[in-house]
């Protein structure tokens, strides 16, 4: 390698002393930000009663098990909804994207299946279908809540992804596919070998963000009558006289969701420097 310059050395450390001045300036602001906070929450008039209701540490303990325990059915649910959002929703995407006028009716009945589910507020299908397919007694069909909630949040966000899935074959350059097609490819193999790989790629960063909205909407299903983490929460609540129960359950969602915010921002990240330096990271 050769020698460094004493004016790189120089403004390598200029450029050190910079971040550490930027690291320790953010670390006071926040702990000036956290101290504020804490201290005019603490101050307030309404604070013993505040803390009484929501915070308090006996209900917490016996509450933890429990709201514990019905969150492994929303972790049950995530897992299953979000393999099943995946499929459906890259499934419409392809059927969205075929091309050809003989296409024409599947193309409009999914984007009919978008336009409706991506504008249909969640709540109200859960509704929908959590009280009103048992209501038709239909032979086979199953009436648990919860495959039936897990069913409405499939529904739902399967709209919303195949919606990213689709931007991200339409982001790939229409060259890709007459490069493939000229290697001797079909139409098939040139979605699956060509097309496919590079709009996952692409498209990474927005699905792990529907990946984290998943995460706290599988909470939903409460409403349906499942003994989930936040309806453990409701129980325990009207059995304490206690609201520490719902901080519990939010605490857990939050240290569900943070990884999975934490690594879509790397993607992002990751994605934004890729194309920075033209692809060839």
């Known amino acids: 390698m050769p020698p460094v310059s004493e004016v790189e050395v120089a403004r390598r450390s200029y450029r050190r002393s910079r971040q550490r001045r930027s690291t320790w300036v953010a670390v006071a602001s926040t702990l000036v930000f ?16 505040t803390q009484e209701s929501f915070l308090d540490p006996g209900v917490a303990r016996r509450a933890l098990p429990l709201v514990l325990e019905g969150l492994w059915l929303n972790l049950r649910v995530l897992v299953v909804a979000a393999v099943c959002v995946l499929a459906l929703g890259l499934v419409v995407a392809l059927l969205r994207t075929l091309r050809g006028p003989v296409w024409a009716p599947v193309r409009l009945l999914m984007t009919l299946y978008t336009d409706v589910f991506r504008g249909m507020p969640l709540i109200v299908l859960l509704y929908i279908i959590g009280f009103g397919v048992p209501g038709l007694r239909l032979q086979g069909v199953p009436t648990d809540k919860v495959v039936l909630g897990a ?10 992804v195949a919606e990213v899935f689709r931007a991200g074959i339409e982001s790939v350059h229409p060259s890709q596919r007459a490069a493939a097609r000229a290697l001797g490819l079909t139409h ?15 498209v990474t960063p927005p699905l792990l963000n529907d990946l ?9 299903i409460s409403v349906l009558g499942a003994i989930d983490a936040v309806r453990q929460a409701q129980i325990l609540s009207a059995t ?9 359950a939010a605490v857990l969602f939050v240290l569900l969701a943070v990884p999975t915010a934490r690594l879509a921002d790397w993607a992002t990240a990751r994605a934004r420097r890729r194309q920075q330096a033209g692809g060839l990271l």
């Open 34 to 49: 956290a101290a504020v906070l804490v201290v005019g929450t603490v101050s307030a008039p309404g604070w013993q009663r």
């Open 151 to 160: 069913t409405a949040i499939i529904l739902i966000y399967s709209a919303y």
């Open 188 to 202: 098939r193999q040139t979605t699956r070998l060509v097309v496919l790989p590079q709009a996952v790629r692409n």
């Open 212 to 220: 984290v909205a998943l995460q706290k909407d599988v909470g939903l």
């Open 240 to 248: 304490t006289a206690n609201f520490t129960p719902y901080i519990v």
